[in-house]
């Protein structure tokens, strides 16, 4: 089953803003995952961040971590036509011994030039 | 970072026939590698969980003697689709974490069709 919830489903923004998608989970984690997919493309990592962390950054892309909340963003700021794709989070359950990863719904994320 | 191959990128079948799916770890050993179905529009489902030496563990509602898989080596695992029907349409990603742990990896997916 699915670990978490992403919102928006969709988002559509103007070249140049900031995007902010959220992901929410259900069970204890080790670490939160970002991932983009282009249409029918593979996964691109984006970010790794650890259930000790609260925020980090990495170029235009900034992911936050609530852990008392189950939740976390990913900020992405001067958006660019190139960043148009579906994002993912997806969580690394602390119950799993295999460290099977789960991913959110998604995000499509559409930029206008 | 580390490569992980997908073979082939996209196959079409007839109904009825089976196919099967490569999944390599390029310059890295992966004793653990994971299979993902997704349908247009949604989300990566986990499938199973291939063990490099043992048998798969697969996720609730997926059929194991559909889909068959086979990790002889620690850098190869397989998944093969048998007797496919249209509704096993779909695009099939693999994945393995690299030598550090906790990043995975994934292939570049498989799109396969059945008609």
């Not at chain 2, 299979?35 to 247009?40: A, E, I, K, L, S």
């Not at chain 2, 190869?76 to 550090?100: K, M």
Request: hydrophobic share 30%; charged share 20%; with cysteine.
């Amino acid at each position: 089953s699915q670990q978490g919830e992403e919102d928006p489903q969709a988002l559509s923004i103007q070249e140049g803003e900031n995007a902010t998608m959220n992901c929410s989970y259900k069970t204890s984690i080790n670490n939160l995952q970002w991932y983009r997919q282009n249409s029918g493309r593979g996964l691109v990592h984006l970010i790794l961040i650890r259930s000790n962390e609260r925020e980090k950054h990495s170029g235009r892309l900034r992911v936050t971590l609530d852990t008392s909340k189950k939740s976390s963003s990913l900020l992405i700021t001067a958006s660019r036509a190139a960043d148009t794709a579906s994002y993912f989070c997806a969580t690394d359950p602390f119950y799993s011994s295999a460290s099977k990863i789960i991913f959110g719904s998604g995000t499509r994320l559409s930029i206008r030039p | 970072g580390a490569v992980v191959s997908q073979h082939p990128s996209r196959v079409i079948c007839k109904s009825g026939t089976s196919v099967k799916i490569e999944c390599r770890s390029l310059d890295f050993q992966a004793t653990t590698m994971f299979w993902y179905r997704q349908f247009p529009k949604q989300s990566l489902m986990l499938m199973a969980t291939s063990n490099e030496g043992s048998k798969a563990t697969y996720e609730q509602g997926v059929e194991k003697d559909k889909f068959l898989i086979n990790h002889a080596s620690l850098t190869l695992s397989t998944l093969t689709v048998t007797s496919a029907h249209p509704e096993d349409s779909s695009f099939y990603i693999c994945s393995a974490y690299g030598t550090g742990g906790f990043e995975a990896f994934f292939g570049q997916g498989t799109r396969l069709t059945v008609v």
